[in-house]
Each structure stands twice: as C-alpha cells, then as structure tokens.
C-alpha cells in the first residue's frame, strides 16, 4: 500500500478478467476458487492495471489477504506464539486510509489499541502478524506525525475492543469476563 513505482507494462486482458471476477465475489464464495487464482491476484501488481480498478484491487487484496490470516488464526488456536521477525501482512503499514474503509476495517483508538496489548500481551507487531491490526501513519502540518489504528471486524481483537467500550477496564480476569486470544513469548 505504500508509494510504488510507476509500473511501465499493462496488465494482460487475461489478469483484468480475473481481478475483475474477484472483486465482484464475497469472500464466502472465494473458498470455492482455486488456491493458485487466488495466489494470481494477489501477486497482480495493482499499478498495471486500469485506473478504474486499483483502489478496489488493493482493497480486495488486503481483505482478502486478512480473511485468510484469521482462517489461519482460527488454526492456530487462542495462545499465539509469534515468531521472531515475524513479517505483518503485506499492506498493514500504509498510508492509505480509504482502501482500508472499502477493505471493510473499523479505526480504533489509540486508547483501545494499548488496550489490547494489555489484554493480550501481544505487542504491535505481534497483532499486525497474527491478527488484523493496521497501521496508517499520516503526515500532519510541521513535520507531525498521527498513527491511526483499525482492525477487521471479523478480528477476535474485537472483542476486547467492545469490552473496551463497554467500559469495562480490565477489571475482571478471564474466568469471569471476555477470555480471548493472547500471545506467548
């Protein structure tokens, strides 16, 4: 999602026809499409393509990209143990606020985002690895810079997030209130 190069060659008829299948489908009925379509789309590069198409292309391909971390996630159980240098999905720092909207994520707070690292012990990292979490970083006036957070609904994240706004602050441990994922170190 960062800046790119301007690419010089034009995405084949073939590559449109499928970019434009994909964005058309939900990801339910993109189970059914093989692995191989799927890894094609994903390796489409977003600047060959028409105008027209490329923020809903980026959009797709981060959702999708996270649909299939979270399938993933659903594997791997509720104690995650990142690893290492662990590499976020392609996508999770950008500067692109409106694909990650169409992309369907929600904006946090910064408030809920620190939250979550206390309710998980999971660092920034480790939630932009293992789970959906986003970060775009804007440029404001004088050289200041904002850091905005989101995740994907469908995030288990998420639910801390309503727990959060729901005001309870931590109160109560994991017998009595929402047990969820956390990471192991």
Known sequence: MGVQPPSTSKAAPET???VELI????????????????????AVDAESL????RQRFKAKSLE??????????????????????????????????????????TEITK???????????????D???EFTLQIVVEKKT????QRRFFLHPRDPLMAFVGEFRAGAKGGNTNFFGIGGPSCSH
């Open 16 to 18: 449109v026809e499928l």
């Open 23 to 42: 964005l058309k489908s939900s990801l339910e009925s993109l189970s059914e499409l093989s692995s191989e379509k799927i890894e094609e789309f994903l």
């Open 50 to 53: 028409p105008k027209k198409l």
């Open 64 to 105: 999708l990209r996270n649909w299939m971390q979270m399938r993933k996630g659903k594997e791997k159980g509720i104690i995650r143990m990142p690893e290492k240098n662990c590499s976020p999905v392609s996508g999770s720092k950008g500067d692109e606020v409106q694909v990650l909207i169409m992309a369907g994520f």
């Open 111 to 125: 408030q809920e985002k620190e939250y979550l690292e206390r309710k998980t012990k999971c660092t920034e990292e």
């Open 127 to 129: 939630m932009m690895c």
């Open 142 to 145: 004088k050289g200041f810079k």
